[in-house]
């Protein structure tokens, strides 16, 4: 009787195990001044495995929930960089920041007063 207690809680316990470690929930930093950047930032997490995404004007703070078995957050990051956006971990290309509409230039303190 204790033997088959035990074998059902250890599969209980590896069945919670295995649900929890199929999500990863962590945030980064990500520039951008408006809700259009948000827009962009969070249409650029649309990546098989990004469970959710969301950005935060203010903050500067990018939520991500993602399975790690589909996706890395340094493929994530990449994307982020593709669509124009630095994050704290690297710059977006040159060419993505000047591809951004004028009013997301987040780089020009100008811009970035004005929002």
Same mark, same amino acid.
């Given at each position: ?24 929930? =962590?945030? /980064?930093?990500?520039? %951008? ?8 930032? &969070? #249409? *650029?997490? +649309? ?30 990051? =990449?994307? /982020?960089?593709?669509? %124009? ?8 290309? &040159? #060419? *993505?920041? +000047? ?17």
């Amino acid at each position: 009787m204790n033997i088959s207690k035990l074998s059902i809680t250890l599969s209980l316990i590896g069945f919670s195990f295995f649900s929890s470690a199929q999500t990863q929930d =962590t945030t /980064i930093i990500v520039n %951008g001044v408006c809700e259009m950047c948000k827009s962009v930032i &969070e #249409e *650029a997490c +649309e990546l098989d495995g990004v469970e959710t995404a969301s950005w935060d004007v203010e903050s500067k703070v990018l939520a991500l929930s993602f399975d790690p078995a589909e996706v890395t957050l340094e493929l994530i990051n =990449t994307a /982020i960089n593709e669509s %124009g956006y630095d994050t704290e971990y690297s710059t977006a290309p &040159e #060419e *993505a920041y +000047e591809a951004l509409h004028a009013c997301c230039h987040y780089r020009d303190p100008e811009v970035q007063a004005n929002h």
